[in-house]
């Protein structure tokens, strides 16, 4: 720490961003503080990655949500969770991030100081260590405060495969709780539609949901349905697959503020993201195993089984409460607001 | 590739990161195209990322440059060589590189297409492949039509070890060719200050001249002099080390249009950008070898001893031509134009 005497500036300037005596002092003031570890070398041009015990895997997500912080999150959690579940639901736990920054000219510190933070606490309670990272500052209407990038790498400790290669008809579809609940609280800290209410985002890690499945005989596929929500992943398998989908509409968990936003705007909760769910495939004959992994978990306490691939139509049926049927059509130019 | 009937739009909009339809045609018809490889499985959310013999190494680079083509690269083959080039002073040889977009609405998908192609082009070159990507999209106004991350991974090929802590005072300091090329050609590609030249970014993969000192007995640091320039590398070690640093003027190659250039908009050349160059600290007794090494490979025929560590002043000196002395002081708040 070379620059410690010295108080960093309340706002970003470009000068934070040129690579010379002010850059240095945010990433030595801000982000070495919060992020420091024995691999991170700030002086350095590359780290060394530790040794993967196993079939080591990877996944990149950039992060764009507005507003930077949300009931139940910030883009700081966010980024960490965002990493870590791609990777969980593809059957492995992280254990290293890198971490880059694209700032806006502007920013207040004390908000920068607020989300990494917040992306330093999140990483060691999910175990994760940041091992590199870049910052980049992007003049003032070229950005919105503060965009964030994380590749993380981890190892697979699934050892069942995974894919929806290996979905078949009859498979039961369960969710791990409520859809929708962090698209809709994004929403509504973003567009000040004067409601007020607890709507809180699910962000959360969801490896232990995801390791509650690992062992499960007759897993066949796991996704947590961010962008696009829930109807955007049943559109995916069927896709892939060829098979029909067939949803119990009075089944899927659904908070009931959800259920009321989306009624005023006219928002379809199938297709708001989630951050803390997990849909998951699973052999019919080991449909009720599966929900009781899940229930005894404290996530994945209004999980449930929500439906079922069928051999016939190749489309996503949605069986309302009322005994009729819709589709759900795949996603195609809703403008929903940016969530991730 | 389900949707390869349907051409994409012409330009880019807020539906194409929505994580729904016309985003798995963005990503189906432009981003795999290109990018294509057996790693990469665009329907999953993670990839298995390869054994990598030795030591893996980890480097993370954001891209922001402005514009986004410029005389001799673009943000596509920049954010390869970025990548590539950390890790090659730090003495490994990448061989994966994780890639994620944040695209502004509204970018022309021939743009788009132009530089992801180019960034293909350039991993196929460095033999790196791009084992998972990501893209999200921002509102016009909220971006800069496309900002890049690469996260690079790589075996350390260089036995030797490299780093500041291993410079003397004594030893010798070379660079690989002119400094300033990149900055000056980003900053004319984007002033327009109605200067025509032939000036020309020198964005290139610096492992073979990186490579060519792995095995120079006496070697101590590489780096690349990005952003901040060659004095901004001079501040790093004089800060690390304690030690001084005499520089002699004219033995620091540039080219002829830089020194113009800088002439007339009063920049100094030695802090701009170089995206192609190597610095290099080594054991004054092996100076003339380093140089004679660079001097054989086509990237280093303007390869020139520059100066050396001192023992006395912790500063950084420039004699000047006429057998002055000035100090080149760190950078602080000099708005140079966004060129990484």
Redesign the interface.
Known sequence: M?YCNEPLATHI???H????????QLIEQLFAKHLSNPILDI???????P??SG??????????VEPLVFPGGDIGSLAVHGSVN??A??G?KAR?L?????IEEGMPVALLQQVIASLAATAKAAEVQV??????V??R????TL?L?T?A?GE?VCEQPL??ARIQAGDAILVSGPVGDHGAAVMLAREQFGLSGELCSDAANVFPLCEAMYELPGIRFL??P????LA?VM??IQ??TGLGIRLQQQAIPLNAQVQVLCEMLGYDPY?L?CEGRVVAVVDQAQADAALARWQTLPQGKDAAIIGRMTQNAAEVVLQTELGGERLLP???????P?I?
Request: net charge negative; with cysteine; proline share 5%.
């Open positions: 070379i300037t470009l000068a961003g040129n690579g010379g005596h002010y850059m240095r002086a350095a041009d590359a780290a060394i990655l040794p993967i079939v080591p895997l990877i996944t990149v997500d950039g992060f764009t791609d990777l639901v593809a492995a290293y890198s971490l880059a920054a694209i091992v590199c990272g870049d910052t980049k992007v003049p209407g070229q950005g919105s965009y990038t590749t790498i697979r894919g929806m996704r947590d961010t962008r696009g929500g955007t559109h995916e896709q892939a297709y993201a795949e996603l195609e130019d809703e403008p929903l940016r991730c």
